[in-house]
T-cell receptor, first 114, second 115 residues
Framework: AQKITQTQPGMFVQEKEAVTLDCTYD???????LFWYKQPSSGEMIFLIY??????QNATEGRYSLNFQKARKSANLVISASQLGDSAMYFC???????????FGTGTSLTVIP | NAGVTQTPKFQVLKTGQSMTLQCAQDMNHEYMSWYRQDPGMGLRLIHYSVGAGITDQGEVPNGYNVSRSTTEDFPLRLLSAAPSQTSVYFCASSPGGSGAYYGYTFGSGTRLTVV
């Protein structure tokens, strides 16, 4: 079975500061993908960043980076230079190589303080 | 591109009523899924499909039916609505085949209230 754990229900960060959102996972698959999605108050699910299990470098997309530690089975999202528009729910998700199923964590609510 | 289109956006049902949530995608994706989102529980998989004519149950399938007669459409049917089915429902699609690198594209969601 695959499982995603996000242990931070809510986080606060000062505008322009960096913040790390934690994600750990459990899988027996040798090949898998890890994803982060953002859900603003409007409700849509927005894809942010992807990391493959065999990728040697951490993924980056603009102000988003994924701190991937395979041995520890963690895939933390780092947001640099936080903006007010970053206030949202953030979900970590995982998919196996034969994955017709996408597994989500329970999410972290991020609030950026001016 | 429309992507994944869900209708309706909002719906109020009475207990015991039935209804169908519509989902259509125009990206020729093989995989389609339905999720429900409840506070503090993330997104939970209801049903999924790996292609036309093929469906399977996810984590929370009770009270829901699906069918996939075409690649584009994947409707979710509530057979007899219950207050416990009050939730936000998301349809999502993804390219198929092996490979863990395909993320899902989500529809905008349907907010369902059962009274």
């Amino acid at each position: 079975a695959q499982k995603i754990t996000q242990t931070q229900p809510g986080m606060f960060v000062q505008e322009k500061e960096a913040v790390t959102l934690d994600c750990t996972y459990d899988t027996s698959d040798q090949s898998y993908g890890l994803f982060w999605y953002k859900q603003p108050s409007s409700g849509e699910m927005i894809f942010l960043i992807y990391q493959g299990s065999y990728d040697e470098q951490n993924a980056t997309e603009g102000r988003y980076s994924l701190n991937f530690q395979k041995a520890r089975k963690s895939a933390n999202l780092v947001i640099s230079a936080s903006q007010l528009g970053d206030s949202a729910m953030y979900f970590c998700a995982m998919r196996g190589i034969y994955g017709n199923q996408f597994y989500f964590g329970t999410g972290t609510s991020l609030t950026v303080i001016p | 591109n429309a992507g994944v289109t869900q209708t309706p956006k909002f719906q109020v049902l009475k207990t015991g009523q039935s209804m169908t949530l519509q989902c259509a995608q125009d990206m020729n994706h093989e995989y389609m899924s339905w999720y429900r989102q409840d506070p503090g529980m993330g997104l939970r998989l209801i049903h999924y499909s790996v292609g036309a004519g093929i469906t399977d149950q996810g984590e929370v399938p009770n009270g829901y039916n699906v069918s996939r007669s075409t690649t584009e459409d994947f409707p979710l049917r509530l057979l007899s609505a219950a207050p416990s089915q009050t939730s936000v429902y998301f349809c999502a699609s993804s390219p198929g085949g092996s490979g863990a690198y395909y993320g899902y594209t989500f529809g905008s969601g349907t907010r369902l209230t059962v009274v």
